[in-house]
């Protein structure tokens, strides 16, 4: 059963490619889908900043959520003196949302993975931008339903789309509960998105 | 690769000698020999980079054992840009169904390949399936797999001998070494 599995998802993982920020991004794809390792491109934002008035002005958006996994990655190219902006990011993220785990790879762990599978002519276009910051978007409560242009690469089927469905539940239940638990650390109320975050 | 290879100067240090891997593989054939006794275990090995690791363990394990072989495909090989996905480039020549599968790798980083190698096993049914690996990189693993016997946890540097390869050189060093930067990154 699990061979015809492993066949099927060799058979269904689509081609159909998201627009990659950073070519390091699409280049991590192409690993996952080679060792079929189901992603969606950054499918959530997750507030980590909040105005007086309560809304979202800073959101950290994952570049890659790996749903059998339940594991966030986040890669940055960036040179290690440049990553103190996306640290702190994720620092925050981790603090509002314990339960998110996220992955990061940075800039030397992507060079010895592009080593370790001998793709030496990627290693120099390792420049990154100091974006991938996330622009406002909506919605931008965590919890929320993946946006309708999260891209799930490999389709498993009807049988498995329900499960996949199930997890998806169980994640949103899981961070909803974060966001709670974020919410409720900060001072604001869950139930009301506008209560004004403390200075 | 065109820089020539130099198996003394292209080591930059020497992070496991041949007498410490020799220590270690002998108490983890002792343990395994422990907690397999009776039983009907088959060593599966990964190849290439597990070779060394493989010959020396499977004679300290005092067990009547089977060994046998795998190999897959990797990432940026040669018939990566065609099929696009892993594949199994040598099978199991038996099968495993009924048997306690003991998977022997040379290192363990992401975890990709054993990740995969894991549910292919898995659905050959053996009556169990544990992880040895010489080699534990934790700092890179994108895929968290329980290992049930590690012979040594490494800093997340590119290590080379006793198996583990640069550019299919180097795996015959008698000692696991890190590879100066200068051999793959090239002058600057």
Known sequence: MEQRDLREDQATVARVRPAFAHHSEAELARILDFYQVRWQYEPDAFPIGWSLDG?????????????????????????QTLVRKKNRKLRRLRELYPDVRIKLFYARDFRMLLLKFGRLGLLGELSGTTGQATPPREPVVAGSALPSDAVVVADDGEADAEAGHAGRGRRRGRRRRSASRAAAAVGIDPASPVTPMPA | ?????????????????????????????????????????TLVSVLKGSLPFMADLMRQIALPLRIDLMEVSSYGGTATESSGLVRIIKDLSAS???????????IIDTGLTLNYLVRYLRGKNPASLKICTLLDKPARRLVEIPVDYQGFEIPDQFVVGYGLDYSERYRNLRFVGVLRPEVYSGPD
């Not at chain 1, 959101?59 to 986040?74: A, G, H, N, T």
């Open chain 1, 55 to 79: 809304d979202v002005v800073e959101s950290f958006s994952p570049d890659f959520f790996l749903p059998d996994l339940d594991l966030y990655v986040e890669l940055t190219t960036l040179k």
């Open chain 2, 1 to 41: 690769m065109s820089r020539p290879v130099d198996l003394v100067n292209d080591i930059g240090e020497v992070l496991l000698t041949e007498e410490q891997i020799a220590a270690r593989v002998a108490e983890l054939g002792r343990k395994i020999s422990a907690d397999y006794a009776g039983r009907n275990l």
């Open chain 2, 96 to 106: 495993i169904s009924g048997e306690d599968v003991l998977l022997v790798e040379d």
